[in-house]
C-alpha cells in the first residue's frame, strides 16, 4: 500500500533538494510556513528565505524583482490570497514580462479545512487562466507535486500550482513523468471521459466502481495541467467516448470544466457536463461534510454521469 | 553622458546635470507633442531626479544595460513614463528615434515602462503601488549575493496612498536594506485634486522615520541639492534603506500648465509643442527638425 501523502507536506523536502544543487533557488512566505509546511526550508536555508510577513501584494512584487536579477523566486501562501489580494501584482509585476515567479497556493477550491468562505479559492483558476503568460497546475497528489516543484526550477515563466491539504494515496502512475499541457489517464474507458485533477480524484474512483455495477465504463483523465491544457486529449476524448464530465475543485465556471469547453465547442462539439461549486459562496466545515455540501461525493459524480449518460 | 561605467563616487558637474535635465524636459515635450498626449506633469516633475541618477549617482554600462553589477531604476510611479525614456535616450541607453515611437502597438516606449520591452527598463509600473516593492525584491537580491549594486526608486505622492507602498515601507528596514534608495516625486498634486484634499500624507518625514528609514529632503529641481541628498542616502551606513523627499512642482517646464491641476495628462498641439520647445531654450533648428519629422509622419 503506498503511503498517503499531503502534497503540501513534501513542498519543503523538494524545495531544499532544489535549493542544495540550485543557489538561485529563493522562498518567500507570508506568515504561512507552519500550515505550508515549508518551515524547515527556512531552517536549512535562512539566507534564502524571505518572510514577507501578511503582505502578499508585496511578497508578489519582491519575487517578481528578485526574479530579475537571477533568482527563482518560490512564492507562498493561501490561494485565496495569492490569487485575489495579489492579483493585479501577479498580472503586472509578473506576467506583463513573463517573469520567472513560482506561486505556491495552498489550501486550493473549497477543501481548506474549516477556515470557509474567506479562504475558499473558488475563482483562482478563472484568474489565474485568463493571465497571459502564466501557466496553472493543480498535481493529483504528493507524488506529482514533488515532480512540479522540480519541473518548476526549470521552466522559464510563471507557473501557478494549487497545493492541497490532506493527505491521499497516490493517483499518479509509476512511471508518470509531469509535463506542461500533458494529461495522464488514470482508467482506461470508453462509455464517457471524466477530467479530473487533485482531490477529487479519489472521489471519481470512488465513482468509477459505483458506475461500473452499472455497467458504465468511464475513462478518467488526470488533467493537472489546466493551462496549458492537453487539448488533443480533449479532442480524443470527444472522439472516443462522446460525451465529457469535469470534476472542479473550484466554481464551474472559469475552471477546468471552462477550459475543456473552450476546446470542445471549438474543436469537437459534444456534451460537456461541468461538476465543480454550482457559482456559491464557501462554508466552514470539514472538508467530507464540504464535498456533500458542494455535491461532490462519489454517489454525487456518479449520479451525475448516469445523468449526462441518460440525456 | 559618454562615459561607460558612471561610478558613484565622482564629482557632480552640477552644470551638465542641470543640461541634462532640461534635455530630458525637452524630450519629454517632443514625445508628447509627436504622440498628441501624455502625463506631463509627473513626467516633468521628475526630470531633475532622473538627471541626477542617470548622469552622476548610477553606476550603469549604456552599452551593456544588462551588466548583472549595474545600479537599478525603478520608476514605480510608472505614468512619468516619457521622462524615464528620455532619460534613457540622454544615457545613450536607447537612442532618440526610438521616443518617437511611443503610443504605437510595437513601441518599446509603451505608455507605461513594460520591462523586457525597453533596454533600461527594470521593471513593469503602471499600476500604482508596485515598483517599490520590486526594488526591495531588487535590493535583497543584491544583499543574498553579497553584490554592491543599489536600487533607486521613484514613487509619487498620490501613489503613496496605496496600501502596498507602506507594506513596502514596512518591510525595507526589516530586510535592512541600506542598499535602498526611494525617491518621493512630492509634487503635491493627485490627479484629480491637491494630495493634501484627495489623501495627505502628512507628517510624511516622521511616517517614514517612524517605520525606519532614513530621510533626506531636497528641492527636487535644485540638481546640488539632490546631489547632496543621494550623496547623504548613499553614504549613511546604518543599515537603513532611505527616502529622498523631493519637492517639486508637477508639469515643471511647460508653462502654461506648470503647478496647474490640469497638467496630470495632457493634450498637446504641434503648435503648444514648438511654443513650449521655444521656452525650454531648444535650438530653433532642432524644433523645425522636430516639426518637420512628425508633420510628415500624419
Given amino acids: 500500500m503506498v503511503e498517503k501523502i499531503a502534497p503540501r507536506a513534501v513542498l519543503a523536502e523538494a524545495l531544499i533538494e532544489l535549493a542544495e544543487k540550485n543557489p538561485d533557488i529563493v522562498v518567500l512566505d507570508a506568515d504561512f510556513n507552519p500550515a505550508s509546511m515549508i518551515t524547515p526550508f527556512r531552517d536549512r536555508f535562512p539566507e534564502r528565505f524571505v518572510q514577507c510577513g501578511i503582505a502578499e501584494q ?6 517578481a524583482g528578485l526574479s530579475t536579477v537571477g533568482f527563482i523566486p518560490f512564492a507562498s501562501t493561501i490561494a ?15 506576467c506583463i514580462s513573463k517573469l520567472n515567479v513560482k506561486v505556491l497556493a495552498l489550501y486550493p477550491g473549497f477543501l481548506v479545512g474549516t477556515n470557509g468562505a474567506s479562504h475558499q479559492s473558488m475563482e483562482d483558476i478563472s484568474i489565474m487562466r485568463a493571465m497571459p503568460n502564466m501557466t496553472v497546475v493543480h498535481p493529483a497528489d504528493a507524488y506529482e507535486m514533488k515532480q512540479v516543484v522540480k519541473y518548476a526550477a ?18 499518479i502512475p509509476d512511471d508518470y513523468e509531469f509535463e506542461l499541457g500533458k494529461s495522464c489517464v488514470l482508467r482506461e474507458g470508453a462509455d464517457v471521459t471524466i477530467f479530473v485533477y487533485g482531490e477529487l480524484i479519489e472521489d471519481v474512483l470512488k465513482a468509477i466502481d459505483i458506475l461500473s455495477e452499472k455497467g458504465v465504463n468511464p475513462r478518467v483523465v488526470n488533467m493537472s495541467s489546466i493551462k496549458p491544457i492537453d487539448e488533443d486529449a480533449i479532442v480524443k476524448a470527444a472522439e472516443e467516448t462522446g460525451r465529457i464530465v469535469t470534476v472542479d475543485n473550484h466554481n464551474i465556471i472559469g475552471g477546468m470544466g471552462s477550459a475543456v469547453c473552450e476546446v470542445v465547442a471549438e474543436k469537437c462539439p459534444v456534451k460537456v457536463k461541468r461538476l465543480g461549486v454550482k457559482d456559491i459562496p464557501g462554508r466552514s466545515g470539514k472538508n467530507p461534510d464540504m464535498k456533500k455540501y458542494f455535491g461532490l461525493t462519489a454517489q454525487d459524480i456518479a449520479q451525475e454521469v448516469m445523468s449526462c449518460l441518460e440525456n | 553622458m559618454k562615459e561607460r561605467i558612471r561610478m558613484s563616487k565622482e564629482t557632480a558637474d552640477i552644470k551638465k546635470i542641470e543640461e541634462t535635465a532640461n534635455r530630458i524636459r525637452i524630450k519629454v515635450v517632443k514625445m508628447i507633442g509627436n504622440a498628441g498626449s501624455g502625463h506631463a506633469g509627473g513626467a516633468l516633475s521628475a526630470a531633475d531626479i532622473l538627471a541626477v541618477l542617470y548622469c552622476h549617482v548610477m553606476k550603469f554600462d549604456p ?14 510611479k510608472g505614468h512619468g513614463a516619457f521622462a524615464l525614456y528620455s532619460a534613457l535616450s540622454e544615457a545613450g541607453i536607447i537612442p532618440e528615434k526610438t521616443l518617437f515611437t511611443a503610443y504605437s502597438v510595437t513601441s518599446p516606449c509603451q505608455a507605461h515602462p513594460e520591462k523586457g520591452r525597453c533596454p533600461g527598463v527594470e521593471m513593469s509600473t503602471g499600476a500604482l503601488g508596485q515598483g517599490l ?4 525584491g531588487m535590493a535583497i537580491g543584491a544583499k543574498i549575493r553579497k553584490k554592491d549594486f543599489r536600487v533607486y526608486v521613484v514613487i509619487g505622492d498620490g501613489e503613496s496612498n496605496e496600501g502596498q507602498i507602506w507594506e513596502a515601507m514596512m518591510s525595507a528596514p526589516k530586510f535592512k536594506l541600506d542598499n535602498l534608495v526611494a525617491i518621493l516625486d512630492y509634487n503635491k498634486l493627485a490627479l484629480s485634486d491637491p494630495i493634501d484634499e484627495v489623501m495627505s500624507l502628512e507628517p510624511i518625514a516622521d511616517k517614514a522615520r517612524a517605520f525606519g528609514w532614513n530621510v533626506f529632503d531636497a528641492d527636487g529641481h535644485n540638481v546640488k541639492q539632490l546631489v547632496e541628498a543621494f550623496e547623504k542616502a548613499n553614504n549613511t ?22 503647478g496647474k491641476q490640469e497638467c496630470h495628462a495632457i493634450v498637446m498641439t504641434l503648435e503648444q509643442a514648438e511654443a513650449t520647445l521655444k521656452e525650454l531654450g531648444c535650438p530653433q533648428k532642432e524644433i523645425e527638425k522636430y516639426l518637420s519629422f512628425v508633420k510628415e509622419k500624419k
Avoid at chain 1, 521552466?155 to 492541497?164: C, K
Fill in chain 1, 58 to 63: 508585496n511578497m508578489m512584487s519582491i519575487a
Fill in chain 1, 80 to 94: 485565496t490570497f495569492c490569487s485575489r489580494r495579489a492579483c493585479d501584482q501577479l498580472a503586472v509585476s509578473v
Fill in chain 1, 154 to 171: 526549470s521552466y522559464q515563466g510563471p507557473m501557478y500550482i494549487r497545493v492541497a491539504r490532506d493527505a491521499y494515496e497516490k493517483f
Fill in chain 2, 63 to 76: 552599452d551593456n544595460p544588462e551588466w548583472e553589477d549595474r545600479d537599478r531604476f525603478i520608476l514605480s
Fill in chain 2, 133 to 136: 516593492s520590486a526594488g526591495i
Fill in chain 2, 237 to 258: 551606513k546604518n543599515s537603513k534603506p532611505s527616502l529622498i523627499i523631493a519637492h517639486t512642482t508637477k508639469g515643471k517646464g511647460i508653462s502654461y500648465v506648470e
